[in-house]
């Protein structure tokens, strides 16, 4: 490839069919797209809060499953080999949040 010198000044072939400014425009607008895209995520993005609450202090077993991506046999077998300890309360049944995070720090250990 040979550049060119015009104007005092060396000018680099481009390998792609493309003008700079069509380039950056099309760079700017893929950009925009992604952290449009980005950003749509992040908010579909499930979060566990309570009212009036700094943290959410019990979780139910789906909500343990989304966090986690797990299914619910997992979390079964998980309060089976002492993992997780479940709390009833009335008929239904929850986890603590110091379990979910004892959990996590394990996890990422």
């Given amino acids: 490839m040979k550049e060119e010198v015009k104007n005092g000044n060396i000018v680099t072939p481009m390998l792609f069919p493309y003008q700079p400014e069509q380039f950056w425009q099309s760079l700017?607008?893929?950009?925009?797209e992604e952290v449009a895209k980005?950003?749509?995520?992040?908010?579909?993005?499930?979060?566990?809060?309570?009212?009036?609450?700094?943290y959410k202090p019990l979780f139910k077993i789906a909500e343990i499953c989304e966090l986690f991506h797990i299914t619910k046999p997992t979390i079964y077998d998980w309060v089976r080999h002492g993992k997780l300890r479940?709390?009833?309360?009335?008929?239904?049944?929850?986890?603590?949040?110091?379990?979910?995070?004892?959990l996590l720090?394990?996890?990422?250990d």
């Avoid at 700017?28 to 925009?32: G, M, T, Y």
């Avoid at 720090?105 to 990422?108: A, E, I, R, S």
Wanted: glycine share 2%; aromatic share 12%.
């Fill in 105 to 108: 720090q394990h996890k990422l």
């Fill in 38 to 54: 980005a950003d749509k995520e992040r908010s579909a993005t499930v979060t566990f809060e309570t009212p009036g609450l700094t």
């Fill in 28 to 32: 700017r607008q893929i950009i925009r």
């Fill in 86 to 102: 479940p709390f009833k309360i009335r008929s239904r049944v929850f986890f603590l949040w110091q379990d979910i995070q004892d």
